[in-house]
C-alpha cells in the first residue's frame, strides 16, 4: 500500500492510543472514580427536594474507540462499556422535612465526544457536541419514594453525570493534545538518532475486525534510501573486520601466505557510493552495497583494494524490543549477486586477485552468516512512549514499489478496574 503524500506515517489503531497514553487513561479513570456531581433542588409532583454529596464510588472503566472521516478531519472518540455506581443523598420539604439516602447503579456506557483535527496532532473539543447514554441505570431510594419522583431523579442525575463526566473527556483531549505533538518523529541516522527534518504523519485508523494490530509504521523506499545514503555521504560508515571472531578462526585455518598477511594486517570496508534497497514488484526486498574493501599493513601500507557491488535480498524481516523508543531490526540476508568491478593489488596477492570470483563463490555462506549475525539497525522513526512489548515481536511486512509497511504487536496490559 503506497503512502499518499507522507514518507513516514505513524497508523495508530484504538488498542494502540488506550495503551500509549495509559497515564492519561489512568487519570482520566481516576477523575471519574472520584467524581463529585453538582448538587442540585428541583421541585417534583410539588415536593421541593434537594439532592447532594454525589459521589462515584465504583467504576469500572469503558473501553475507548474511536470511529474517523475519510479526511481525518473529524474523529468520534468513544468510550463503550464498564459500569458505576453513584451514592448521594436527599432531603425533600413538603409541610415537614424528609432526609434520606440513595444508591444508583449504571451498566454499559455509550460516550461520544466529536472532535475537528485543526492539525495532524491537535485536536479541538466542544463540550456541548458530547453525548452520554447508558443501556441500564437502576436507582434505590431509601426511604423509598413514589416511582414518578424517583423516575425523575434519575433522569436528572443522568444529566448531572453527562455535564461532569464530558467535562472531564474535554480536559482528557486536552492533555493528549501536548503528548502527540512528540509522540513520534523521525531520526537522522548520522546525527545520531537525532530529530530529522523529514515529518511524521499521525494517523488514526479506525478498528476492524481482521485486523488486531496495534501501531503501524509506514516508511517510503525513498526516506529509507535518503536514510542509507548518509551512510555514504555523511557517517563516513566503515566496517572493520579484524576483530570479527569468526574470521579469525577462518584465517587461524588458512595455510597460504595471503592468509599469513591478512592475518597480520587491517581488513575495513567502506561505501564508494550510496547504499539502497529496492522493493521488488514480486514483494521481495533488495539492498545494495557499493563496498571497497581494503587490506593494509599495520604501518598503513596497502597490500589489496577491492570494490564490488553486494546485492542482497532481505527476509524475515524482525522487529526487536523497542530501547528508549527506538525501533530495531533485523533481517535474513542471502547474497544474490556480487559484481567485482575493480580490483589492485601489490605483487604478493596478484595470485589472489586473480581467485577472487571463486574464492567468493566458496565463502558465500560464511559471508552470509557474516551479515546475518552482525549487520542490523534500527527504524528512522523514534516512538516516545513506554511501550511493553513481547520479549520478540514479529512484523510482517507488506510490500509495494514504493513503502514498507511495518504491522507491529505489542503486548496490552488489562483493561483497568478500581474498587473502593
Given at each position: 500500500m503506497a503512502l499518499a503524500g507522507a514518507e513516514v506515517v505513524v497508523k495508530m489503531t484504538p488498542k494502540s492510543v488506550a495503551h500509549v497514553f495509559k497515564k492519561e487513561m489512568s487519570s482520566l479513570h481516576?477523575?471519574?472514580?472520584h467524581l463529585k456531581p453538582s448538587p442540585f433542588q428541583a421541585t417534583y409532583l410539588g415536593l421541593e427536594m434537594t439532592i447532594d454529596h454525589l459521589q462515584v464510588v465504583d467504576f469500572k472503566m469503558p473501553k475507548l474507540s474511536y470511529e474517523t472521516s475519510a479526511s481525518q478531519s473529524h474523529m468520534t472518540f468513544k468510550l463503550l462499556g464498564g459500569s458505576a455506581r453513584l451514592l448521594g443523598q436527599y432531603s425533600a420539604v413538603y409541610k415537614?422535612?424528609?432526609?434520606g439516602q440513595f444508591e444508583m447503579i449504571f451498566e454499559h456506557f455509550h460516550m461520544s465526544v466529536p472532535v475537528k483535527r485543526t492539525a495532524?496532532?491537535?485536536?479541538?473539543?466542544?463540550?456541548?457536541?458530547c453525548t452520554l447514554e447508558v443501556d441500564e441505570s437502576m436507582i434505590t431510594m431509601s426511604p423509598v419514594l413514589p416511582e414518578q419522583i424517583s423516575a425523575k431523579i434519575k433522569s436528572d442525575l443522568l444529566d448531572q453525570l453527562k455535564e461532569a463526566a464530558c467535562s472531564n473527556a474535554t480536559q482528557f483531549f486536552s492533555k493528549l493534545n501536548s503528548h502527540l505533538i512528540h509522540f513520534a518523529e523521525a531520526t537522522d541516522i548520522s546525527q545520531g538518532g537525532h530529530p530529522s527534518h523529514i515529518d511524521v504523519e499521525?494517523?488514526?485508523?479506525?478498528?476492524?475486525?481482521?485486523?488486531?494490530?496495534?501501531?503501524?509504521?509506514d516508511v517510503t523506499e525513498s526516506v529509507v534510501n535518503a536514510e542509507l545514503s548518509k551512510l555514504y555521504s555523511s557517517a563516513n560508515t566503515r566496517f572493520i573486520w579484524n576483530d570479527v571472531p569468526e574470521i579469525k578462526e577462518l584465517l587461524k585455518s588458512c595455510k597460504t601466505t595471503e592468509c599469513r598477511f591478512i592475518e597480520d594486517g587491517d581488513i575495513v570496508s567502506s561505501f564508494f557510493d550510496r547504499p539502497s534497497i529496492r522493493i521488488q514488484?514480486?514483494?521481495?526486498?533488495?539492498?545494495?552495497?557499493?563496498?571497497s574493501t581494503s587490506l593494509t599493513t599495520t604501518n598503513g601500507k596497502e597490500l589489496f583494494r577491492i570494490q564490488t557491488e553486494v546485492e542482497l535480498n532481505l527476509e524475515d524481516i524482525v522487529l526487536e524490543h523497542p530501547e528508549n523508543g527506538e525501533v530495531f531490526w533485523s533481517a535474513k540476508f542471502h547474497i544474490k549477486n556480487i559484481r567485482i568491478l575493480q580490483t589492485s593489488s601489490s605483487r604478493n596477492f596478484q595470485k589472489f586477485a586473480t581467485r577472487m570470483e571463486s574464492w567468493i563463490e566458496e565463502?558465500?555462506?560464511f559471508m552470509e552468516n557474516?551479515?546475518?549475525?552482525?549487520?542490523?539497525?534500527?527504524?528512522?522513526?523514534?516512538?516516545?512512549?513506554?511501550l511493553a512489548w513481547t520479549h520478540r515481536v514479529?512484523?510482517?511486512p507488506i510490500f509495494s514499489t514504493s513503502s514498507l509497511s511495518f504491522h507491529v504487536h505489542p503486548h496490552f496490559s488489562p483493561s483497568l478496574r478500581v474498587l473502593v
Open positions: 481516576t477523575s471519574l472514580l415537614t422535612k424528609r432526609e495532524l496532532t491537535k485536536f479541538t473539543v466542544a463540550s456541548d457536541e499521525l494517523h488514526f485508523q479506525n478498528p476492524t475486525s481482521e485486523d488486531d494490530t496495534a501501531i503501524h509504521v514488484s514480486d514483494n521481495t526486498v533488495s539492498l545494495r552495497l557499493p563496498l565463502h558465500k555462506l557474516l551479515l546475518n549475525t552482525y549487520i542490523q539497525g534500527s527504524l528512522p522513526v523514534h516512538l516516545r512512549s513506554p514479529h512484523a510482517r
